[in-house]
């Protein structure tokens, strides 16, 4: 009852915020001076179903989403959204996708198998949703045949690292992994997770310039968990001015995984807000103007 009570508070919040929201020409945002495109880890609203989620993200002005594999579809289909969508449920999504002026950037974190026929199918899914990146944690021995399919498909493979003692859990071990590998593979950097491994999110990019694909971006308190982007520990803007000196172009997924309802929406906008402020105090300066 719990968890249908603030998902149904979550929905009538959105829709509240959808409603009184204007319609206005789509415009210019402060990222996209500096090549990035603020993105949701769909994570984020797992509470909610794919469709819910498009609203929301519309509601709060992402117009970027980073699926992930399971996420129910809808109230009136409760079947998991992933890469064994039947063709009809896929152009369902992305109807709802254009409606909603949402683009899907990236998918993950998911399996790829160790087989090419295995991981060919997830490749396909991204190339028919129109996604540039898979978020995974591959076998390090299988990296040879994912990059060859990356190349192949222009898809970017973005190693992701959940915390110690998992495998990736140090920018090293991804470095390792991604050697000799094309420009095509590279890390999905989560900071918060570097946080909670006992690494500096800022260092563990400056380690990782030039493989960084796309991020799970975080900020955390001292008990690590997750609060509004700026009001932590992890330095959110230093991370952001260390991506901007790296020149880095790509997607940053907010992924929020505490906290429900009313409160995970605020706190969400309030992501949103904060990194636009932020984004725009940086672009004139990385351009050689004052900031503001």
């Not at 994570?43 to 699926?67: A, K, N, P």
């Not at 950037?105 to 060919?120: I, K, P």
């Not at 995974?136 to 994912?146: N, V």
């Amino acid at each position: 009852m719990k968890a249908m009570f603030v998902t149904a508070s979550l929905a009538l919040l959105m829709g509240a915020a959808t409603a009184q929201t204007p319609q206005r020409p789509r415009q210019r945002l402060p990222e996209q001076r500096l090549g990035w495109q603020l993105s949701c880890q769909a994570w984020t609203f797992r509470e909610l179903t794919v469709m819910e989620t498009l609203d929301t993200l519309q509601s709060l002005g992402i117009r970027y989403v980073e699926f992930f594999p399971g996420q129910r579809l809808s109230k009136d289909k409760q079947i998991g959204f992933d890469h064994n969508a039947t063709p009809e449920v896929i152009a369902e999504v992305k109807a709802k996708l254009t409606a909603a002026g949402i683009q899907p950037v990236a998918y993950g974190v998911v399996g790829l198998g160790s087989d090419e026929a295995s991981a060919r199918k997830v490749f396909e899914f991204a190339k028919t949703m129109g996604m540039k990146v898979i978020s995974t944690e591959p076998r390090e021995e299988d990296m040879a045949m994912l990059d060859k399919l990356a190349q192949e498909y222009k898809i970017g493979i973005a190693i992701h690292n959940h915390p110690k003692p998992s495998h990736y859990w140090s920018p090293e071990t991804v470095l390792k992994a991604v050697d000799g590998r094309s420009a095509l593979v590279g890390a999905c950097a989560d900071t918060g997770h570097w946080y909670r491994s006992g690494i500096n999110p800022v260092e563990g990019l400056k380690q990782l310039k030039g493989r960084i694909v796309s991020l799970h971006f975080k900020d955390l308190d001292e008990n690590k968990g997750d609060v509004p982007f700026g009001t932590g520990v992890g330095d959110a803007e230093g991370q952001l001015r260390e991506l901007a000196a790296q020149g880095f172009r790509g997607p940053l997924s907010i992924e929020y995984e505490r906290t429900s309802g009313a409160e995970l929406l605020e706190n969400v906008r309030k992501c949103v807000q904060w990194f636009r402020e932020t984004a725009r105090k940086i672009a004139p300066a990385r351009q050689g103007r004052p900031g503001n």
